[in-house]
């Protein structure tokens, strides 16, 4: 490579030396090529202390310049300065009108990232740094300006125009068959968040009052063939938005407010002031195509790009560093409205099992950084689990040390104050500071420090004194750049169970407290305990740590059947799990036989005979441990040991429990017409589990269970649950049949046709990588298409362990393979695609030293993006 990309760093934060109060735009759409003329009102920024008069835009090098001028005078190509991302010019006025007309061809951005076009429709994708592809500008969130944008398409195939903001004027010239909308944007806003939508759409609408009586409109635009499957997502934000009138007393600001569906999109979905651009994934929703889990992640969605209006739209980030600031936050608000609307356990149970497998394993590996990062190469890189999910258990931290009242005085306070402005994480904590006294300084370490903190406790008994004391520890691994850590603040909330399993009532009158460790080790004294308690240790997950308090598997049972905290007697049932699948490791490695501990059997007979508890919660207590959790928990990843004991205990508790699974898959047969109620869930979430025990003993008799259920099902969280089971099951035949049923049956369906390419890519039966090969050339596989990369290939790299990590290194050379292939068409795609390799340290030394030759091979192999550069270069550091 000619040059190395170099990392930009917090501390050089500047003011932006121009600031735009205005912008217009006017785009002249064509896929061949497309015009973009801007006007912007520019002057100095006061608070600038840059001494020259130079101004410098962004500007991607696929911008072509054709005109540029200052207040009416055209610049000659002496006057400015193009460089490969930046345009320059040595002298500008006080204040000024600059004017720009520039060409882009969106028919070959295959990048995804400014203008392009998705199956025949144009959309935008400005976030983070995009919108330096669409024309030359101050591409950065501290510069908000008044957008005003006129789109000018052809009239037949593009009736429907939008940008953000309210249309204010429209026309159309027939002799050329072209039309145009302007559209008006009121609130300042950075140009991340602007966009802009032309196709062929139809939409449904409904009106809204807010909480103060204000009409708004809202609209969602799809492709006519998906018009039936929008009603979900239009519920989803009609909750969404009472929730934050509520629960936020945030009402909505504009006079419309739309959604739009695109079918190629990086990410989940984009918050644009008042259009939001969501990838189909999180929008469509049908019974008879849609999983219960996808209507819930719809749902989600939906309600995190909604509440992005107040955080993060209305208050923006100062810089991309501050990317927590608006992400973390509205994360808590979308996890705290789907434990509103749903199951408040299974949600934080869902919430943190992600968290533990997938940011964990982020915080120990090679791309580790932390909440606020203080240096990236490349912004894209850092739309990370950490930023996202640990941002939001930072939040969700400040909210149990103030509690509810103080923590909503904080943050209207927050939004008040800087209502309209670009601030930084240490803003919000300010605002959270003020209002509840309370000095958070050394807490501002969980934006600055790296790494997942380890909890150690012990505890002591003196039966004479009645006195028991718990004894905590803290310590932060190493992460890369951060050798040393400085001791956390953190939230430990803690009940005591007495020998009955009762809580015991606590020093504050309550069942629950919450502990604050702030030095390395501190003790907590409890007086007056009649008996030797079982301490319950952060209840709901109160801190983003891992806790190392050794029970044993009694006492675990103990906790399993008794906890009043319904996230820990989960929890507690995991950590049975765990330590009963290590065992069955060790036999497997050691060439013994391997033998389930009844202990396991026992609980699990437990909690699937009371019938009074929440069958989602079963549901979840009776999941094993996945894979990739047990796989971030290992010291050195066995990859084989993994999936065969885990294997095993499913198989061995199927056989020990087949008669309670079967009468419960029974009696959870469905009553009533399909909804995606939080009741109909739940009991489907339960008899699928039990299913899927079933099947794992093999027997044609429960085959053909799953075969009745794929056939009769009248919803696609039914039929999919089963096509799974029995593709994954040893009965080839049937599993080829059905396969190819399912394909047959939703050829025409996308959305589905990527879940049947994930089943597919999930297979961890010998072959699959052939297959997913043979898929590749499938005529339902479109490489440009990131979902249908995510459905087939990260699928297969990242939830297939036992193929993709095969000892010859095939699945190895052939992801190496797609991210080279990848880098070209896609870059952000490309450096998504790397993660599973840059966890090389994790495996044995054959496989560390395969996985690193190819990614020393993927540095070599020419051209890099900067996202795929900085994320190799990191992992091989
Ligand atoms: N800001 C979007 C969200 O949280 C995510 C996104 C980032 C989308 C970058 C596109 C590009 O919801
Ligand atoms: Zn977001």
């Known amino acids: 490579m000619a ?14 030396a121009y600031l735009i109060d205005e912008t217009e735009l006017h785009f002249s759409l064509g896929e061949d090529h497309t015009e973009v003329r801007s006007v912007l009102k520019m002057r100095r920024n006061p608070e600038s202390t840059a001494s020259s008069a130079a101004l410098e835009l962004h500007g991607h090098e696929s911008l072509e310049l054709c005109r540029l001028a200052i207040d009416g005078r055209e610049l000659g190509a002496g006057d400015y300065r193009r460089e490969d991302e930046t345009l320059g010019i040595d002298q500008v006025p006080e204040a000024f009108t600059l004017e720009c007309l520039t060409r882009i061809r969106p028919r070959d951005n295959t990048a995804l990232e400014g203008l392009y076009l998705s199956d025949g429709m144009y959309c935008t994708q400005c976030e983070a740094e995009g919108f330096r592809r669409i024309t030359f500008y101050l591409d950065r969130p501290d510069v908000m300006s008044v957008f005003t944008t006129t789109v000018e398409a052809d009239a037949a195939r593009y009736p429907v125009l939008l940008s953000n903001g309210n249309p204010v004027a429209r026309g159309s010239d027939e002799d050329k068959g072209r039309h145009w909308v302007t559209w008006q944007d009121p609130f300042p806003k ?94 469509l929703a049908s019974p008879e195509t849609t999983t219960d889990g996808a209507f819930q992640r719809v749902e989600g ?28 936050f509205t994360v808590f608000r979308d996890a705290e409205f789907s434990a509103d609307m749903n199951s408040r356990t299974v949600k934080r149970v869902e919430d943190v099992t992600l968290l533990r497998t997938a940011q964990f394993a982020e915080d120990a590996g090679p791309m580790a950084h932390p909440v606020r990062p203080a240096s990236f190469i490349e912004i894209s890189n850092f739309y990370t689990l950490t930023v996202y999910e640990k941002g939001a258990e930072v939040v969700r931290m400040i909210h149990t040390l103030l509690g509810p009242e103080l923590f909503r005085k904080g943050s209207d306070l927050y939004f008040e104050r800087h209502d309209g402005q670009a601030v930084t994480t240490d803003d919000f904590v300010r605002a959270m500071e003020e209002v509840s006294g309370r000095d958070l300084t050394q807490f501002r370490r969980w934006y600055d420090q790296a790494g997942t903190p380890r909890l150690e406790v012990s505890d002591d008994y003196d039966a004479d004194s009645g006195r028991y004391r718990l004894h905590l520890a803290q310590s932060c691994p190493a992460t890369p750049g951060q050798e040393q850590k400085l001791p956390f603040h953190i939230p430990v909330t803690l009940g005591l169970l007495g020998p009955d399993g009762r809580d015991l009532i606590l020093d504050n009158g309550d069942t629950s407290c919450v502990l604050e460790l702030t030095d390395s080790s501190q003790t907590f004294t409890f007086e007056g305990i009649a008996a030797r ?68 059997t026992d609980a699990f007979a437990a909690v699937l005979d009371d019938e009074s508890l929440d069958p989602a919660m079963v549901a979840k207590v009776l999941t094993l441990p996945s894979e990739a959790y047990l796989s971030e928990l290992a010291d050195c990843i066995d990859v084989d040991a993994i999936h065969a004991a885990r294997q095993f205990a499913k198989k061995a508790l199927a056989q020990a429990l087949a008669e309670r699974f079967e009468r419960r ?9 399909y909804a995606p109620d939080a009741a109909q869930v739940a009991r489907r979430s339960l008899r699928n589990l ?112 036992v193929n993709f990590h095969a000892a010859d290194g095939s699945g190895y050379d052939f992801l190496a393979e797609r991210i080279i292939d990848m880098n070209r068409r896609n870059p952000q795609m490309a450096s998504r695609l790397l993660t599973p390799l840059t966890r090389w340290r994790k495996y044995d030394a054959a496989r560390q030293a395969l996985m690193q030759s190819q990614l020393r091979r993927i540095l070599d192999s020419g051209e890099l993006s900067k996202d795929v550069y900085e994320v190799v270069s990191k992992s091989l550091a």
């Open 3 to 16: 040059e190395q990309p170099q990392a930009i760093y917090l501390k050089d934060y500047q003011v932006p």
């Open 690 to 801: 039990c299913l899927s025990y079933l099947v794992a003993l093999e027997t044609p008799e429960y085959l053909a269970l799953a075969q009745a259920q794929y056939d009769s099902a009248d919803n696609m969280t039914d039929r999919q649950s089963a096509l799974s089971l029995i593709a994954h099951s040893g009965a080839t035949d049937a599993a080829a049949a059905v396969l190819d049923d399912f394909y047959r049956r939703y050829a025409d369906q996308t959305l589905v046709v990527n879940q049947w390419l994930s089943v597919q890519a999930g297979d961890p039966r010998p072959g699959a990588l052939d297959r997913v090969k043979e898929l590749m050339q499938h005529e339902a596989f479109d490489l440009r298409n990131p979902n249908k990369v995510r459905s087939l290939i990260s699928v297969f790299c990242n939830l297939n362990a």
């Open 533 to 600: 308690p079982v301490p319950s240790l952060l209840r709901g997950f109160s801190a983003p740590v891992k806790l190392q308090y050794p029970l044993d598997r009694q006492t675990l049972v103990f906790l399993m059947s008794h906890d009043s905290d319904g996230f820990n007697r989960w929890d507690a049932g995991q950590r049975l799990a765990i330590d009963v699948i290590g065992e069955l490791m060790a036999q497997h490695n050691a060439g013994e036989p391997m033998r389930l501990d009844a202990a396991l």
């Open 665 to 673: 898959y029974r009696a959870l047969a469905p009553q009533q017409a």
């Open 190 to 283: 950075p140009a991340y968040l602007f966009a802009l939508v032309a196709g062929d759409l139809a939409h449904i609408e409904r009106p809204y009052s807010t909480a103060s009586g204000r009409e708004v409109m809202l609209r969602i635009y799809a492709e006519r063939k998906d018009l039936d499957k929008l009603d979900h997502a239009m519920d989803s934000l009609v909750k969404a938005m009472r929730w934050d009138e509520e629960v936020y007393g945030r009402e909505y600001d504009l006079d419309i407010y739309m959604i739009v569906a695109v079918d190629f999109f990086n990410m989940g979905a984009m918050e644009n002031k008042g259009l939001n651009i969501f990838n189909t994934s999180c929008v």
């Open 301 to 328: 969605v939906v309600a995190h790009e909604y509440f992005h209006n107040w955080s993060g739209n209305r208050v923006t980030c100062r810089d991309w560093f501050q990317l927590s600031l608006k992400e973390g």
